[in-house]
């Protein structure tokens, strides 16, 4: 009878040494990630700061509105540097070579400059608590960083739902690839011929480790599980999560995105929402180097 879930067994030690204080900046004990979970502080009392500010305009008379402002930029500030901590390391985790590297870079910098506008901000306010009404500068400065802040979170939220960061790598206790190993096969080949690509890369690896690995646009994870390498296709059958990224339960890979298991020896779906199964690749030993047989023709989406 297929088996209808992952097991829960915790994944191999690398034997590097857990990195504890990374694991919980990225919510692996919560099993979910963190920094999602904190920004929502930054923007509330930005937006809060901002819609005080607009308020202090309308009615000049009411006391307290611009205090009330200086305060909860204050409170947004420092949650935003909280926030900022995981962030980093959630960043630090994308691979290099992911397209959404790119989009988090200037999510980060859009931050620190969020940051510095605020501060500033905070720095010019200090000096005129007890003004009855708001000056330009400070006001066009809350302006800027709101604009600045919504644009930030428009690309946090594409990080996200188009590129799939961070997404369910709270759940993987082993470090993800860094970058995509590419390999050619070295010579063109014809439909149905199989050739011994080496991956010199795979020696390497850890128990409960992956490689990324790219051979002529076919895309595949290798995996070691209990001292035996594996290969198979990197994309889920499901919504294509990148399953290199994924965590390792026994003999089965989880999906990152959705949960879908795969034997790693089969490829067979062992829990869904993924019904197709995966492709996979031998791995072998030859003159004393290690490496995969890939056929000519795979349609795997790359
Ligand atoms: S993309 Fe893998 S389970 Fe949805």
Redesign the pocket.
């Given at each position: 009878m297929a088996q209808t879930r992952c097991s829960r067994r915790r994944q191999p030690s690398t034997g590097i040494g857990e990195p504890v204080l990374k694991d919980l900046l990225e919510g692996k004990p919560l099993r979910h990630p963190i920094h999602p979970m904190l920004v929502h502080f930054p923007i509330g009392f930005l937006v809060l700061s901002f819609l005080l500010d607009l308020v202090s305009l309308v009615f000049p008379d009411v006391p307290g509105l611009l205090g009330g402002s200086f305060y909860a930029m204050l409170l947004g500030i420092i949650a935003a540097l909280l926030a900022a901590v995981p962030g980093i390391v959630d960043y630090s985790e994308i691979r290099r070579d992911h397209p959404g590297k790119v989009v988090a870079t200037r999510h980060m910098i859009l931050n620190l400059m969020v940051v510095a506008i605020y501060g500033i901000n905070l720095w010019i306010r200090s000096s005129a608590l007890s003004d009855p009404k708001i000056s330009l500068l400070p006001f066009l400065l809350s302006i800027i960083g709101i604009g600045l802040l919504s644009v930030s979170g428009y690309l946090g939220g594409r990080l996200v739902y188009d590129e799939g960061i961070a997404v369910g790598r709270h759940k993987r206790r082993t470090p993800t690839p860094q970058e995509t190993i590419r390999l050619s096969t070295g010579h063109a080949t014809k439909d149905g011929e199989t050739t011994f690509v080496p991956i010199p890369e795979a020696e390497q690896l850890g128990n409960g480790e992956t490689l990324r690995v790219e051979i002529d646009k076919l895309v595949m994870t290798i995996a070691r599980i209990d001292n035996q390498l594996y290969a198979f296709q990197e994309f889920?059958?499901?919504?294509?999560?990148p399953l290199s990224e994924g965590s390792l339960h026994g003999f089965n890979v989880q999906?990152?995105?959705?949960?879908?298991c795969f034997d790693v020896r089969t490829g067979k779906v062992t829990n869904g929402?993924?019904k197709v199964d995966l492709k996979t690749f031998k791995i072998e030993k030859r003159d004393g180097k290690v490496g995969v047989l890939v056929t000519k023709d795979h349609d795997q989406k790359t």
């Amino acid at each position: 009878m297929a088996q209808t879930r992952c097991s829960r067994r915790r994944q191999p030690s690398t034997g590097i040494g857990e990195p504890v204080l990374k694991d919980l900046l990225e919510g692996k004990p919560l099993r979910h990630p963190i920094h999602p979970m904190l920004v929502h502080f930054p923007i509330g009392f930005l937006v809060l700061s901002f819609l005080l500010d607009l308020v202090s305009l309308v009615f000049p008379d009411v006391p307290g509105l611009l205090g009330g402002s200086f305060y909860a930029m204050l409170l947004g500030i420092i949650a935003a540097l909280l926030a900022a901590v995981p962030g980093i390391v959630d960043y630090s985790e994308i691979r290099r070579d992911h397209p959404g590297k790119v989009v988090a870079t200037r999510h980060m910098i859009l931050n620190l400059m969020v940051v510095a506008i605020y501060g500033i901000n905070l720095w010019i306010r200090s000096s005129a608590l007890s003004d009855p009404k708001i000056s330009l500068l400070p006001f066009l400065l809350s302006i800027i960083g709101i604009g600045l802040l919504s644009v930030s979170g428009y690309l946090g939220g594409r990080l996200v739902y188009d590129e799939g960061i961070a997404v369910g790598r709270h759940k993987r206790r082993t470090p993800t690839p860094q970058e995509t190993i590419r390999l050619s096969t070295g010579h063109a080949t014809k439909d149905g011929e199989t050739t011994f690509v080496p991956i010199p890369e795979a020696e390497q690896l850890g128990n409960g480790e992956t490689l990324r690995v790219e051979i002529d646009k076919l895309v595949m994870t290798i995996a070691r599980i209990d001292n035996q390498l594996y290969a198979f296709q990197e994309f889920c059958t499901h919504r294509f999560g990148p399953l290199s990224e994924g965590s390792l339960h026994g003999f089965n890979v989880q999906c990152p995105w959705h949960n879908s298991c795969f034997d790693v020896r089969t490829g067979k779906v062992t829990n869904g929402p993924a019904k197709v199964d995966l492709k996979t690749f031998k791995i072998e030993k030859r003159d004393g180097k290690v490496g995969v047989l890939v056929t000519k023709d795979h349609d795997q989406k790359t």
